[in-house]
């Protein structure tokens, strides 16, 4: 999973993570999350925030389902193939499941 921030994301208040960050973690089989992105040795929180680019598959299926009633304000990368089918998908699965929030 990777993302891009659009804009900066403030983690607590020391840590900002700066606009341009690409976060990456890992996705199960299921499409959740099975570790979430780090920003040096902290866990980013989950869910994304809705400002970041999905830049896979993965990230954009996530923000599709953390953000069910927003999908007009989501940006998706170049490398997503078919956003209409993702969509399609996503609101089939239904509600997120309690795994894709940090582990």
């Given at each position: 999973?990777?993302?891009?921030?659009?804009?900066e994301?403030?983690?607590?208040?020391?840590?900002?993570?700066?606009?341009?960050?690409?976060?990456?973690?890992?996705?199960?089989?299921?499409?959740?999350?099975?570790?979430?992105?780090?920003?040096?040795?902290?866990?980013?929180?989950?869910?994304?925030?809705?400002?970041?680019?999905?830049?896979?598959?993965?990230?954009?299926?996530?923000?599709?389902?953390?953000?069910?009633?927003?999908?007009?304000?989501?940006?998706?990368?170049?490398?997503?193939?078919?956003?209409?089918?993702?969509?399609?998908?996503?609101?089939?699965?239904?509600?997120?499941?309690?795994?894709m929030?940090n582990?």
């Amino acid at each position: 999973m990777k993302w891009q921030l659009d804009e900066e994301f403030r983690m607590g208040p020391m840590a900002i993570i700066p606009a341009g960050t690409i976060l990456s973690g890992l996705a199960g089989r299921d499409g959740e999350v099975r570790e979430a992105p780090m920003w040096g040795s902290q866990i980013v929180p989950i869910p994304i925030p809705i400002s970041a680019r999905a830049l896979d598959e993965e990230s954009a299926w996530l923000m599709l389902r953390w953000y069910p009633e927003q999908w007009d304000r989501l940006a998706f990368g170049p490398g997503i193939g078919d956003v209409e089918a993702l969509k399609a998908k996503a609101k089939a699965a239904g509600p997120r499941g309690e795994r894709m929030v940090n582990p």
